[in-house]
């Protein structure tokens, strides 16, 4: 028994020391960790709800990042690029008559001097291909190999033949499908024939030296690649082109890469893909709008879950309440614990159902095969093979709603727990 | 200076349209050191009387001062910080807190009271011993017989030394040798450190233990004996 000069005067206590918080929240801690230990398998259901919710959302959301960034990936790689500059008016008419002079200095420097990027100066225009057999409208290409290297499909043959070799190659390259359209094969000669750009037919033979092939069907139907100096003196344009086309290594710095252009060169038209391909551009916002909703179902549910389950705890648990509050504890305490208790659960399961949905994410990085859904892929634009993707942003951001969501889903019972009136529950 | 003061207490439930009084207009004084019993039947008002002098409750008219405090005028926080300072309290059943052992519980009130680690633990140990528990100190309430909780329980309303126990039937749960004992205990903490103890009870022995014997009846005090120790 203490000594009667030892004991705090009243109000000395709790609510007036310095360390108040600190003592409340370790004795809460202390409580609200013993207590999860109380009903283990309550506990234990609690955190699997948890972890399952956590765990498979991140599985979800890296193969619905994998089909988002499949699509971008195959939009910018076939021929789009990060960036394109081209002369006001190329986007809505894209004809002989929307070109700029190449090479300009000042905007090789400026290229140049974009830190880790790419670039790729093309003649791009429309035309139409003449086999023996049929004839079919293309947009034909002309390109420099060596530059394209990093920065497109264009110019390689990915599925038979051999690649462009430089610029001022005659050879054509085509797509597989567009083989079949045009009956015609490796090594058979085909006519190109476009608008020169003195307002003539323009009109040329290549040989076909290469195919390839690619998730998208329009570019593999109607495009055909040959070298930029070969293009530019069918078309009469020896010293001009219609586009350089730019990738950057690290894509955040799109927006400011573009209005550094922007500012350099005002007489030309600078876009991202984000504006090229806007259609592109909304379905990826769009994803990412869906998935958060998807967050927030599973979160909204996982966190009706806690509070139903912490309501279990404190009905279970409510003479307890009552004693300690008889005692003199505070409402801000039990209303404290009630808070650290499902804290615990919502952090263990949140780390827990983290690292679950990562080895899940690990068992399905080497891709998934979506061949039975062939058909309906091939008009989306995708492969059959989808490589999910996960992002720390995506990772955060679960996590955040979970510990946000789970905790407001469980002011509720606290307050309950917090208010009890002891009289009432001890008796 | 008495401990408890009280003055024209009434307490009134509403049943239906009827009003209950569970107590009314009671008058009472306590002094510093002495050991009360309430008596009388169920329902005479023993434990609202409790409850009035421990600040969980009350009156619906009149006054009851705990060392010239008027509980009535305190906010619910201001009473819960009442209660930890000046009041233990010893319930009939759902004493402790199961996930704490019995050192534990006895140093609860301490903790909350804002008293260093060292301090408490020393003070819940020889409270322990003093209600003869040693070297079940580390043991969960669970692994303890009624007896010994209730022993724990009044470790716990003492440890601080408060200015009164207040105690509601504390051996209503316990045989008659077990309970017997703890008001022996009781009795024991009330002589060698002098706290006030308020108990209400059923059990004759227990009543034959206290030095005054206060009996309620239909919510009014019906008779106040003071007995020679």
């Known amino acids: 028994m203490m000594k009667a000069h030892n004991k705090p005067q009243h109000g000395a206590g709790f609510t007036n020391t310095a360390n108040a918080f600190s003592q409340i929240f370790s004795l809460a801690f202390q409580l609200a960790w013993r207590n999860l230990f109380r009903n283990k398998r309550r506990s234990l259901v609690t955190l699997l709800a948890v972890i399952v919710g956590t765990g498979s959302t991140i599985a979800l959301v890296s193969f619905v990042r994998g089909i988002s960034t499949q699509l971008v990936n195959d939009s910018i790689f076939h021929l789009t690029g990060h960036i394109q500059i081209r002369t006001p008016g190329y986007q809505d008419d894209p004809v002989v008559n929307h070109r700029f002079s190449w090479p300009d200095q000042a905007l090789k420097n400026a290229l140049e001097n974009i830190p880790d990027a790419s670039w790729a100066p093309r003649v791009r225009v429309p035309g139409v291909v003449v086999s023996e057999r049929e004839t ?58 476009t608008q020169s750009v003195d307002n003539q037919v323009a009109d040329r033979g290549f040989r076909i030296v290469g195919g390839f092939r690619t998730t998208l069907e329009s570019v593999e139907t109607g495009f055909a690649f040959t070298g930029l100096a070969t293009a530019q003196e069918m078309i009469g344009i020896p010293h001009e082109i219609s586009e350089i086309s730019i990738i950057l290594e690290d894509s955040s710095k799109l927006d400011l890469t573009v209005s550094k252009l922007r500012d350099e060169f005002p007489q030309l038209a600078i876009t991202s893909w984000l504006e090229a391909e806007p259609m592109l551009a909304a379905i990826t916002k769009m994803q990412s709008g869906i998935l958060y909703v998807w967050f927030g179902i599973i979160v909204f549910a996982v966190a009706m879950g806690l509070m139903n389950t912490m309501f279990m705890a404190i009905y279970e648990r409510i003479k307890e309440i009552a004693l300690l509050k008889a005692v003199g ?15 615990l659960l919502l952090i263990l399961g949140a780390i827990f159902g983290t690292l679950s949905g990562l080895i899940g994410f690990k068992i399905i990085q080497p891709g998934i095969d979506i061949g039975a859904y062939a058909t309906g892929a091939e008009m989306l ?30 002011i509720y019972p606290a307050w309950y727990a917090s208010k009890k009136d002891p009289i009432k529950e001890l008796q | 200076m008495s401990v408890v003061r009280i003055e024209q207490a009434t307490r009134e439930y509403t049943q239906g349209e009827s009003k209950v009084y569970a107590l009314n207009q009671v008058d009472l004084e306590i002094q510093p050191g002495e050991f009360t019993a309430l008596c009388g039947p169920s329902g005479s008002g023993k434990t609202t009387l409790l409850n009035l002098i421990g600040a969980l409750d009350r009156p619906t008219s009149g006054s009851v001062f705990v060392e010239e405090v008027e509980l009535s005028a305190l906010s619910d926080s201001e009473r819960a910080d009442f209660r930890l300072q000046k009041i233990g309290f010893v319930f009939q059943a759902f004493n402790l807190i199961p996930v704490l052992s019995a050192v534990e519980n006895v140093e609860f009130v301490m903790q909350l009271q804002g008293i260093s ?32 909780q209730q022993r ?56 034959e233990s206290a030095k005054r014997l206060i009996t309620l009846q239909d919510g009014k005090i019906i008779a106040d004996q003071k007995r020679k120790s």
């Open chain 2, 152 to 207: 724990v329980a009044v470790a716990r309303a003492i440890v601080n030394t408060p200015k009164l126990v207040l105690a509601d039937e504390p051996t209503a749960n316990l045989d008659s040798k077990t309970a017997h004992a703890l008001i022996e205990l009781m009795a024991r903490m009330n002589s060698e450190h002098g706290v006030t103890f308020i108990f209400s009870t059923h059990d004759p022995l227990v009543m």
């Open chain 1, 136 to 193: 079919r409208p293309i947009t034909i290409v002309g390109i420099d190999p060596e530059l394209e290297e990093k920065l497109s499909i264009a110019g390689k043959a990915t599925f038979k033949g051999k690649n462009l070799e430089d610029s001022s190659d005659e050879s054509l390259i085509v797509g597989d499908r567009l083989f079949n359209k045009i009956k015609s094969e490796l090594n058979r000669r085909v006519v190109l024939m």
């Open chain 2, 117 to 148: 680690k060292s301090e408490r633990r020393k003070a819940a140990l020889e409270t322990l011993a003093e209600v003869g528990l040693s070297g079940m100190e580390h043991r969960r309430p669970g692994q303890l017989s009624g007896g010994q």
């Open chain 1, 329 to 343: 504890t505070p409402g801000s305490l039990v209303f404290i614990q009630v808070l650290i208790e499902s804290t």
């Open chain 1, 381 to 410: 634009g995708l492969s059959r093979i989808i490589y999910p993707q996960i992002f720390l942003s995506d990772l955060l951001t679960l996590n955040l709603f979970l510990l946000t969501l789970g905790l407001l889903g469980t």
